[in-house]
């Protein structure tokens, strides 16, 4: 079991962020946790200790919107989130932690861009059946390698204007069933270890108190403020995992240069 206090110390609030961002805010933070654990060990060992976390806040998330969903959409997405979890899998064994940290660090930096540019996003036609199939794809691989899947998902999604329930409903019902199809791959690539496993469950009582706390929350906080607070956090450790990544010996840049 991992005994260092350091990692508890981020992994504490990474998890509860978790469970606050899919308990009241449509998980559309939830890609924070790896970042941030990330910084303190590596990006595989995070990946694995979050997704029985992760599985744990989506059924909570089931259990508080429950049938709230938008069946049509479901449809659409998880087809193709079925195949980008498939390609994440074949592609595990290609990157090395420091590539891993790169792409996690491109990953959240982008999507804080986004979301700062998101009334561009607004002036976008509405989504196809084709998009929404490209959109479940990218998560599905986006939510294999680094649990940051959420991004591909809203761009679909926020231009289809639902109410906020029925798009926080159908958000969480997308990533328990995305979540549920990545523990097959993730136990037979040895990311399901009993040091795993036993982060997992000394961190598991924190995801009640989340989930809770934002569904309380969304109902009384300035969504503005929360986004903006928490999507600088995300920037700044986006950047630092970008930085370690390109100042590793091993890193993804070294790798390329040395290939070439």
Known sequence: MILDPVFYLVAIPAVLLTG??????????GGIAVPLMASVISPRQAAGILLPILCLTDLFGLRLYFGKWDRRL??????????????GTLAFGIFNESSVRLLIGVISVLFVVWRWFLPLGTQIAAPSRLNGVCMGGLSGFASFVAHAGGPPVMIYLLPQRLDKTTYIATMSFFFLTTNAI???????????????????????????????????????????????????????????????????????????????
């Open 74 to 87: 479901l449809s659409v997405l998880l087809p193709g989130a079925l195949v980008g979890v498939t390609l």
């Open 20 to 29: 606050v961002s899919k308990g009241g805010f449509g998980g559309a933070l």
């Open 182 to 260: 990545k523990l097959v791959p993730y136990a037979s690539l040895g990311q399901l270890s009993n040091e795993n496993l036993l982060a997992s469950l000394a961190l598991a009582p924190l995801v009640p108190i989340g989930m809770y706390l934002g569904n309380w929350l969304q109902k009384r906080v300035n969504h503005l403020w929360f986004y903006r607070i928490a999507q600088t956090a995300l920037l700044v450790t986006g950047l630092q995992l970008i930085y370690q990544a390109m100042d590793s010996e091993s890193g993804f840049l070294t790798s390329l240069a040395r290939g070439i």
